[in-house]
């Protein structure tokens, strides 16, 4: 099983990035998405996730209007389509997977149901 997000880079307060999560070694149809990220000095956070039908989102509150997380499963891809980016926004972001029923909810994005990470892509956002 791998996971390996990509898109980030350095962009100016208010532009949009596109960050992908691609995964090989099981049946991606069958597995809720979420993406992940953590700031300089501060803990992870969970930013958006997507059920494995795709049917259902969550997006935190600081992101709400401005990220918006899709997957195609034709392609075994996840998007998070991130607009209007601010400083704030300035963190590695990680995409990983749990078990469909589970880890992304109505209410928020738990700790612990996700089993596989893939490695982080940077995003930083100048002022």
């Known amino acids: 099983v791998q996971l390996q997000a990509s898109g980030g880079g350095l962009v100016q307060a208010g532009e949009s990035l596109r960050l992908s999560c691609t995964g090989t070694?099981?049946?991606?149809?069958?597995?809720?998405i979420g993406w992940f990220r953590q700031a300089p000095g501060k803990g992870r956070e969970g930013v958006s996730c997507?059920?494995?039908?795709?049917?259902?989102?969550y997006s935190t509150d600081s992101v709400k209007g401005r990220f918006t997380i899709s997957k195609d499963d034709s392609k075994n891809v996840a998007y998070l389509q991130m607009i209007s980016l601010k400083p704030t926004d300035t963190a590695v972001y990680y995409c990983a997977r749990a078990d469909s029923g589970h880890g992304c909810y109505s209410w928020g994005m738990s700790t612990n149901d996700w089993d596989y990470w893939g490695k982080g892509t940077l995003v930083t956002v100048s002022s």
């Open positions: 070694g099981f049946t991606w149809r069958y597995y809720v």
């Open positions: 997507i059920s494995f039908s795709g049917g259902s989102t």
